[in-house]
């Protein structure tokens, strides 16, 4: 292992022309390629003959040519600049093993010819390769992808329903990970001595062949040792900041500064973390390559067969010229980019607004799904709310019900619309969940309506139109009427036809959109109150603008005490969830940000560095 690591460390030393072709690369990629595909996207809506996606349009728009050629073109565009820095990266190390470095520009030139080859057709497939399979040697990475990306609840629902499909799931992903590690020298095989994508993946494997556990523990060693040194690195930033700004600033000024300072510390950090993956997992897997080529006693290809660019001398005309290009992305980054990706780090400054919690189809997690065992149960978790779903039965009774079929929660494999209230209300509703609740009925929205009246309890009630009612929006808005609960409810649907229905019955009653997509201009729609958006498509600036608007945002589904804090700190208005009692306890208790604001505070105030670095810590860890 520590050979290993020498070996790494000999293929970074004097890594001028690595680290300004990361540099320019990485700068380029944020200033140019992000904002490109972002007006590609939005000329693809249009040209589909729409303004944003939503849940509603989102099919619409995948089968428009417009949008299907975005879709290609993005995937192929992204997997490009991919293949091209790691082409580059392999090559570089290729060299420097065989005692050449070469410059940033030669690895540029060089790492893009290797790309264009990824056009042909016999070498296509190294598009989807790209996409799914490499980003799995990359820990940050999936770290990352597991921090912002998320399955929707209602699919998470399905597949977890069905035990085939829980093991298909999981097979899948061993499979992924398996073939990250078996398929590691691909690109290597590709870029170095020039064979198409299918041969160069049966050349890993075969060069991986009894060495793949060894492979996947040293890069994942290497990984892990990379990351600790940058967590030191921005740590010891973190702490100087700390002391120069405690030292050299008078007053409050001193906190003011080092705020600012530390929200740019964190958004640099994450762009360094992401700009070091690539190179991170490229130094380990050209040692890792050399090494077995050298065990199974396969030679390089020569250095003079790779066609490497001729390398051109820094005259004062070419640096100058170098230089004014890098600052000039580096402007476009700072002066658009970096604005964008704004993910509001320190947004208690700005105040903390705390969201309400939702239970959602009640507390489902300890209580069958919307019954009033799990209206109640939310109450007593402390739920300001309730979001249940109503569907009409054939004839015309207005249910709680998710499930178009009662298979699932009642055991009966029978369409609402075909069943009437007379089988409803002799069917168990709770003996699914546990026997505790065997005997649970089913309610009618006039008996959660009552329910919530007795209780002070608002509710959210979702329409869930299965095409066969007459007057589903009809029944619902003149029941609300009747109870006169119009103030204590909002109705919401992810079909927006639905909302206006409501807001042509009634125009005082609240109306929420559903979202499970999110993108583009859709906040000035019309008979909308409010927006129920999934989780992974919320951020700081769709808050500001919902809220700029006048409206609230709500979103769904969260269970994770993590994403329940960052969404606390972006003042979302509601936040639903399956564990009402932890949202309550997140909404209610101090959240991680207003912890460092505290902390921060007590350091600044300190008359010593040691009172100060005491009160910094007892604030800190000991809330």
Known sequence: MRGFFRENLRLLANGRGLFRFELFYKLAGIAVLVPTMLVMLNASIHLAGLTYLTNDNIFRYLRHPAGFLFALCG????SFYLLAELAALSLYFYAKKQGRLLTARQMFVAGFRRAVRMFRPRNLGMIFYLALVTPLTSI???????????IPEFILRYIGARSYLVAAAAVLAAVLLILSVWLLFGVHFFALEGEAFLPACRSSIRLNRKKAMRTALWLFCWQMAVMGLFLAGYLAFLGAALLVSKIFIPGTAAMELFL?????????ALLAGLSIAAPAVSTAASTLFFRLKKEKREKLVPLKSLELPRGRAMDKRLKWGTMSVVAALAVMNVGYIFPGM?????GVIEGLQKPLVTAHRGDSQRAPENTIAAFQSALESGADMVELDVQQLGDGTLIVMHDSNFLRTAGVDLDVWEA?????????????????????????????LRFAEENGLRLNIELKSTGHEDSLVESVTALIREHNFGDQCII???????????????????????????????????DVDMFSVRADFVTPAMVRAIHNRGKRLLVWTVNDEDLMEQLREWNVDNLITDNALLARSIVDEPNTNSILLRAFEEFFTGDSFSTSAKRFWKAAFRP
């Open 75 to 78: 995937l192929a565009a992204v």
């Open 260 to 268: 600012t300072l530390f929200q740019w510390m964190n958004l640099l």
């Open 342 to 346: 704004d993910r509001g780090t320190l």
């Open 492 to 526: 919401t649907s992810l079909q927006y036809s639905l909302l206006r229905q409501v807001k042509e019955l009634d125009s005082s009653l609240m109306t929420g959109y559903v979202l499970s997509v999110a993108y583009g201009p859709f906040y000035d729609m019309e």
């Open 420 to 448: 009437g209230w007379a089988d409803v209300e002799q069917m168990d509703a709770g003996s699914w969940f546990s026997e505790e609740f065997a005997g649970e009925k089913i309610p009618t929205l006039e008996e959660a």
């Open 140 to 150: 940050p990475l999936i770290f990352i992808y597991l921090a912002t990306i998320q």
